[in-house]
């Protein structure tokens, strides 16, 4: 180990530190060799369990891999079957749409209301503002198996405090015995609003966040000007946290696209598939029909779908550099 | 640059500016105090409301777990256990298979966070204290793959475990945590190696410290803040998922604890609400502590990972 004279240097420290007599190429030097071995062991673990995957994913997905495969290790190569299957499948279709749908719903609900209650934090005494804090981290910590559970349970036909309290409202008629895992509208809403309840914590919390680094001058220029609360809020708030707010929906789109656990454990997809998205659609065909060749190309498709829409994103992190 | 995104002390320095807003005379028809008292009671009040709601579900869960059987299926929900009971939390735990899966989860997130902290340190601080070819791309793959849905790894994921025999088993399914969570954890820990000045090292270079020596007794603690991060997002990741252990443990004594809890029921007619509810606040409690220790913090780590990313 004490061999090596000077490991940790970046190439600018190098220069100007200008330890070494010798004048030789900054990159190269047997100091380079730090980085691989400390990249080893997480680049292996990464290797095996990421990387691999992904490309035999890839590969699963032109085999007619099924459940004789598992234990025979028998399969064929099929080409591009597998997908000529998935498109011309109307489940694939419908299944993409209401993930869209989906997603679209449900990042609206919690930017809505994360920014919504982000300004609300602002305007909040000390007090009401911590109790609105750990209000927030309460939900925002429950593991969403717990939630679900707890989501059945609220919305349970007979006895569920949901089905009570609605009815109580007078509104919609006598609500008890509402099964809404039963029926396609209320079971999606009902999943919405776990997520909704679950996504609002973060980000009204990182809105905030951003929120109070705004100048204060900015604000007291406006109300000189007798701005109003809207023409403030729309031309400086917003202004400021338009990065924030733009990582914040992709972050949302991205997460909202995959949720999986919630669906599985509310509605299992049902009624008649009506809450099945793309994730829960791929592993009814993988790991209950066992079909993995199948399961293997809509994840594929699914994946470039999602890369498809969060590109800008990507593209603006590889390009901003970020000192990466 | 992790800084700059942190919402620090900016919040006190604010506050103070309303002496000026209360001298102008505008739009009054209301004074200007009156209007603000007005203001801040109307934006209390939805304070108010709006706790309620949010705060209802946990609440709920807590009030059903300490219910008496006969209290949970009534006509008229009732909002406070007339006579409170730790009924549910003793058929919890005891009746399945609650502190052998509590064992499995434990074995599995210890794992998931040793490993997760050893090699994030690692990878981080060569991809913080180096430059070399192949790092922008290496970081670039970071962030990618952290997109990954889910359900699509899990397909080639099971496959090769399945061949390699660590289907089923904690140190496959150790394996799998701590692939999912490197990513952030490099990625948090890089974050806090770049804070750190270069002169640190060359002092302790100087002293005729080697690499490891400098990595181990100098750098380590000085990430400490990343490293509990990494090991609370860790360990989060570990307990809470579900998807995974409930996809490769089939064995019903290798469940963790999200999957015993999905699947619980009693014998006694079905679905036992009162002992699910006990069970998920068992299981959530943990989780709920450890977000509100770093509470302060919270929002600060997410954004040096998120938004930094």
């Not at chain 2, 990878?123 to 180096?130: N, V, Y």
Request: proline share 5%.
């Amino acid at each position: 180990m004490t061999v090596m004279a000077d490991p940790v240097v970046r190439e600018e420290h190098a220069a100007a530190v200008g330890d070494s007599p010798r004048r030789r190429p900054p990159r190269r030097g047997r100091r380079q060799w730090a980085p691989l071995w400390l990249l080893t062991p997480a680049g292996l673990v990464m290797g095996v369990v990421t990387v691999v995957p992904i490309v035999l994913l890839v590969l699963i997905s032109v085999t007619d891999y099924d459940q004789r495969s598992l234990f025979t290790g028998a399969f064929a190569f099929v080409g591009f079957e597998q997908y000529a299957a998935i498109f011309t499948d109307s489940d694939f279709w419908w299944s993409l749409v209401r993930t869209i749908v989906f997603t679209v719903a449900m990042v609206v609900g919690s930017v809505a209301v994360g920014m919504g209650v982000a300004q609300l934090m602002t305007r909040l005494g000390t007090v009401m503002r911590y109790v609105v804090t750990v209000v927030l981290i309460c939900a925002w910590a429950m593991p969403n198996v717990a939630s679900s559970l707890v989501w059945n349970w609220l919305f349970q036909p007979g006895y569920g405090v949901v089905n009570w309290l609605l009815t109580q409202l007078r509104v919609f008629g006598d609500m008890t015995d509402v099964a809404w895992s039963q029926h396609p509208l209320l079971s999606a809403t009902s999943i919405w609003a776990l997520i909704v309840w679950q996504a609002v914590p973060f980000i009204a919390l990182t809105l905030y966040a951003a929120q109070v680094q705004v100048p204060q001058e900015y604000y007291e220029a406006a109300r000189l000007d007798g701005a109003s609360e809207w023409t403030v809020y729309r031309s400086i708030t917003l202004v400021f946290l338009r990065p924030t707010l733009l990582l914040i929906t992709i972050l949302s789109i991205i997460w909202d696209y995959n949720v999986f656990n919630q669906i599985w454990l509310i509605s299992q997809g049902g009624p008649d598939a009506t809450t099945t998205t793309l994730g829960i659609f791929t592993y009814k065909t993988a790991f209950v029909g066992f079909d993995l060749g199948g399961g293997a190309a809509i994840s594929v498709v699914t994946t470039l779908i999602l890369l498809v829409l969060t590109a800008v994103y990507i593209r603006n992190l590889v390009r901003s550099g970020e000192d990466l | 640059m992790s800084t700059a995104s942190l919402p620090s002390s900016a919040a006190a320095a604010v506050d103070e500016t309303i002496g000026l807003d209360e001298r102008m005379p505008r739009r009054a028809t209301l004074p200007p105090g009156r209007r603000r008292r007005k203001r801040r009671w109307v934006s209390n009040l939805i304070a108010v409301v709006f706790s309620v709601v949010w705060i209802f579900p946990v609440y709920w869960m807590v009030n059903t777990a300490f219910k008496p059987r006969a209290e949970i299926m009534t006509p008229t929900p009732i909002f406070l256990p007339q006579h409170p009971s730790i009924d549910n939390f003793i058929v919890a735990v005891t009746q399945s298979n609650f502190l052998t899966d509590l064992r499995n989860s434990l074995i599995v997130v210890v794992a998931t966070v040793v490993l997760s902290i050893v090699l994030g340190f690692f990878a981080a601080a060569a991809l913080s204290r180096f430059r070399f070819r192949g790092r922008r791309t290496i970081m670039v793959f970071i962030l990618v793959v952290q997109m990954l849905p889910g359900t699509a790894l899990l397909i080639p994921t099971f496959l090769m475990f399945n061949s390699l025999n660590l289907l089923g088993t904690f140190f496959g399914l150790a394996l799998a945590y701590v692939a999912a969570v490197l990513p952030f954890s490099i990625w948090v820990m890089r974050g806090f190696f770049i804070a750190i000045p270069m002169e640190i090292e060359e002092a302790a270079k100087m002293d005729g410290a080697n690499t490891w020596v400098i990595l181990t007794r100098v750098l380590f603690p000085l990430v400490g803040p990343g490293v509990i991060a990494t090991s609370i997002f860790a360990f989060i990741a570990a307990w809470n998922d579900y998807l995974i252990a409930y996809t490769f443990m089939k064995d019903q004594a290798m469940y963790t604890l999200p999957v015993w809890l999905a699947s619980f029921t009693t014998p006694a007619a079905g679905t036992d609400f009162g002992g699910q509810m006990a069970g998920s606040v068992l299981f959530s409690l943990p989780v709920i502590i450890f977000f509100l220790i770093i509470q302060r913090n919270l929002v600060a780590g997410m954004s040096a990972g998120a938004v930094k990313g």
